[in-house]
T-cell receptor
Framework: GAVVSQHPSWVICKSGTSVKIECRSL??????MFWYRQFPKQSLMLMAT???????TYEQGVEKDKFLINHASLTLSTLTVTSAHPEDSSFYIC?????WGVGYGYTFGSGTRLTVV | DAKTTQPPSMDCAEGRAANLPCNHS???????VYWYRQIHSQGPQYIIH???NNETNEMASLIITEDRKSSTLILPHATLRDTAVYYC????????????FGGGTRVLVKP
């Protein structure tokens, strides 16, 4: 089946620095990828929809200048958390849509746990 | 997309069937019912989906009521590895359409 690889799986960074998270579709091309954020004991919250070759679409309340998304190829989307602060500490998860995988077409990465100290 | 309502948590015994309910009373005719689960600190995993008919695969069965206002996910023989948060989602099947997660049901399988 479709596989989505997400790296790194965990990262610790200092407050004020930027962190980049990669999301790759390994065996299919994904024109659309999604980025979610999840705080402890809470559900996944969609942050943005990443479209290959065009600007991402951000959900209401998500700062696009803070969470930079780049989808430069059909197999790679990146999320950069700029000037990270402790409140950005969270579990970030990406998802890619295999256009030929109807129903089970949404495949998720294993997540990245970001801790900002 | 239609909103879903699920119980926040439930326990079930290992080896027994686990029946997870989901209410989606405002579902539209072209909206599918999807089930995903998330094991602790991992990304969500697809389980099953359906439109009108009951569905079964190697993981679970999905029973959708005739009026489509509710559904039940059945794990036929729950194991300890089935402990997870289970999400019921209804959405239109369309390219690029996003998945929106509700609160889900936290299932604890006990020995």
């Amino acid at each position: 089946g479709a596989v989505v690889s997400q790296h790194p799986s965990w990262v610790i960074c200092k407050s004020g620095t930027s962190v980049k998270i990669e999301c790759r579709s390994l065996d299919f091309q994904a024109t659309t990828m999604f980025w979610y954020r999840q705080f402890p004991k809470q559900s996944l919250m969609l942050m943005a929809t990443s479209n290959e070759g065009s600007k991402a679409t951000y959900e209401q309340g998500v700062e696009k200048d803070k969470f930079l998304i780049n989808h430069a190829s059909l197999t790679l989307s990146t999320l950069t958390v700029t000037s990270a602060h402790p409140e950005d500490s969270s579990f970030y998860i990406c998802s890619a849509r295999d256009p030929w995988g109807v129903g089970y077409g949404y495949t998720f990465g294993s997540g990245t746990r970001l801790t900002v100290v | 997309d239609a909103k879903t309502t699920q119980p926040p948590s439930m326990d079930c015994a290992e080896g027994r069937a686990a029946n997870l309910p989901c209410n989606h009373s405002t579902i539209s005719g072209n909206e599918y019912v999807y089930w995903y689960r998330q094991i602790h600190s991992q990304g969500p995993q697809y389980i099953i989906h359906g439109l009108k008919n009951n569905e079964t695969n190697e993981m679970a069965s999905l029973i959708i009521t005739e009026d489509r206002k509710s559904s039940t996910l059945i794990l036929p023989h729950a194991t300890l590895r089935d402990t997870a948060v289970y999400y019921c989602i209804v959405r239109v099947e369309a390219a690029g359409n996003k998945l929106t997660f509700g609160g889900g049901t936290r299932v604890l399988v006990k020995p």
